[in-house]
């Protein structure tokens, strides 16, 4: 179990840092294409959460659960700040590390949908929809040791 954890946690780094990696460049010059290699960095990231998802879930670990909703939570704030600055053009130098960190990944989704806003909101939504699940889990779980 705690190697399975430690293997969920490790994909889920993977995940980030490979996201960023592939992405930044073409992200933080948002004039550049988006690329193919932008588009299976982003695929890559959904199927590996969907994995890591999937695998904490069927095996009821929890403890991880609560780890990556704080993460989605995160990414969700994130996403909502990005959209409020993209609609208002608002002066956040300070969002700039949260927005690499949490939205960089999903860049590859610019090559189907051109407005960053519309990315930022489909991002909100997903961040959402899993953080929703990941509550409704631990709520399950909770009353299941009533």
């Known amino acids: 179990m705690l190697l399975c954890t430690l293997v969920l946690i490790f994909f889920s780094i993977i995940a980030i840092i ?4 592939f992405n ?6 948002d ?3 988006v690329n193919l290699k932008n588009v299976i960095a982003t695929f890559l990231y959904i199927i590996i959460w969907i994995f890591i998802l999937i695998i904490s879930l069927k095996n009821h670990f929890f403890r991880i659960i609560k780890l990556f909703s704080a993460f989605w939570f995160a990414s969700f704030i994130t996403a909502n700040i990005s959209v409020f600055i993209n609609m208002s053009e608002a002066n956040a130098g300070w969002a700039i590390p949260l927005v690499i960190l949490f939205l960089s990944q999903w860049y590859g989704l610019k090559y189907f949908i051109g407005s960053s806003v519309n990315i930022c909101v489909i991002i909100a939504f997903l961040s959402l929809l899993i953080l929703t699940i990941d509550v409704i889990s631990i709520q ?7």
């Open 24 to 29: 930044f460049h073409e992200f933080i010059n």
């Open 18 to 21: 490979g996201g960023i990696i």
């Open 140 to 146: 399950q779980n909770r009353y299941k040791k009533v």
């Open 31 to 33: 004039y550049r294409p």
